[in-house]
Nanobody
Framework: QVQLVESGGGLVQAGGSLRLSCAAS????????MAWFRQAPGKERGFVAA????????YYADSVKGRFTISRDNAENTVYLQMNSLKPEDTAVYYC????????????????WGQGTQVTVSS
């Protein structure tokens, strides 16, 4: 079993930055693909970014490309999401997810989820 705990959310003004962290425990996730998803009120949970187990390959939703950066530190069993140039439409609960093997962009392919951290961007 893998437990994931997100942190780093909060309230920020448009144009600002936040860095989310996802700490894994219970099992090393060095061989797991990791991803961030987000869910705004009344909307489906959607893909934000993913990183391969090695950290070499990264993937982003078009809406965050160029503004967000996903990275991982396998020695620390932690994944990060650096969010810059935040917009009000980025407001959502952000979830960390893990799956063995290759990265994926659909939530149904991920086996483990954190509880989420709220990000609110004011205009």
């Amino acid at each position: 079993q893998v437990q994931l705990v997100e942190s780093g959310g909060g309230l920020v003004q448009a144009g600002g930055s936040l860095r989310l962290s996802c700490a894994a425990s219970g099992r090393t996730v060095s061989m797991y693909a990791m991803a961030w998803f987000r869910q705004a009120p009344g909307k489906e949970r959607g893909f934000v970014a993913a990183v391969s187990w090695s950290g070499v390959n990264t993937y982003y939703a078009d809406s965050v490309k160029g503004r967000f950066t996903i990275s991982r530190d396998n020695a620390e069993n932690t994944v990060y999401l650096q969010m810059n140039s935040l917009k009000p439409e980025d407001t959502a609960v952000y979830y960390c997810a893990a799956r063995r093997g290759r990265t994926a962009a659909t939530k149904d392919e991920y086996d483990y989820w954190g509880q989420g951290t709220q990000v609110t961007v004011s205009s």
